[in-house]
């Protein structure tokens, strides 16, 4: 499937601070989505976007689906330690139903 | 719900052995996929089932894995024989289809496989 480019690889930052990865790919995808992954455990849901342009938020996270359809971003404000873990992108392509993840921005932080 | 159920949770086994993996989708989804993550590939899709039926298995790696979906509640992913490099965490995920509700795939908690 299309590989997407998903930076940074990893942020090391302290509680309190604003973070904010990137997804790219260099094809159009219909779907966008935000996927967190614990230690041990499978990825979850955090955000899915729709349509170009759309600009989502779950509490302290924001994602937006660019207008090109070829990237993605996501806020996370006001960090605190519970929000350690690996943080992925992954799209859906024009043809298939399956996803494509990125390969993920592992985010540590200090209390 | 109880989510996606994954067994087992972990799995040694020496190379050459058969390993099977099973699954057991949320109720009422429609779509089943397995993956499998390493650090290397990160998240890579092996097969994928829609009202049990496979739909694109291009992912794969070899004639060595085989993945079946006999029914609605599941599923099974066989590696015979097993070698070193099949060593990852596999994932199975289900997703109800679009138009149907929320669309996103629910992953279960993985089975780690280690083959020495």
């Known amino acids: 499937g299309q590989q997407l480019n998903q930076s940074p690889q990893s942020m090391f930052i302290q509680e309190g601070e604003d973070v904010s990865m990137n997804c790219t790919s260099s094809s159009i995808f219909n779907t966008w989505l935000w996927y967190k992954q614990e230690p041990g455990e499978g990825p979850v849901l955090l955000i899915a976007l729709y349509k170009a342009g759309e600009l989502t938020s779950n509490g302290r996270l924001t994602a937006q689906f660019g207008i090109t359809r070829k990237d993605s971003f996501l806020n996370i404000s006001a960090s605190i330690p519970s929000d350690v873990g690996i943080y992925f992108c992954a799209g859906q392509p024009n043809s298939g139903y399956a996803l494509n993840f990125g390969k993920g921005t592992s985010l540590l932080v200090t209390p | 719900d109880a989510g996606v159920i994954q067994s087992p949770r972990h799995e040694v086994t020496e190379m050459g052995q058969e390993v099977t993996l099973r699954c057991k989708p949320i109720s009422g989804h429609d779509y089943l996929f397995w993956y499998r993550q390493t650090m290397m590939r990160g998240l890579e899709l092996l097969i994928y089932?829609?009202?049990?039926?496979?739909?694109?298995d291009s992912g794969m790696p070899e004639d060595r894995f085989s993945a079946k979906m006999p029914n609605a509640s599941f599923s099974t992913l066989k590696i015979q024989p097993s070698e070193p490099r099949d060593s990852a965490v596999y994932f199975c995920a289900s997703s109800l289809a679009r138009g149907k509700g929320d669309y996103g795939y629910t992953f279960g908690s993985g089975t780690r496989l280690t083959v020495v």
């Open positions: 089932f829609n009202n049990n039926v496979p739909i694109d």
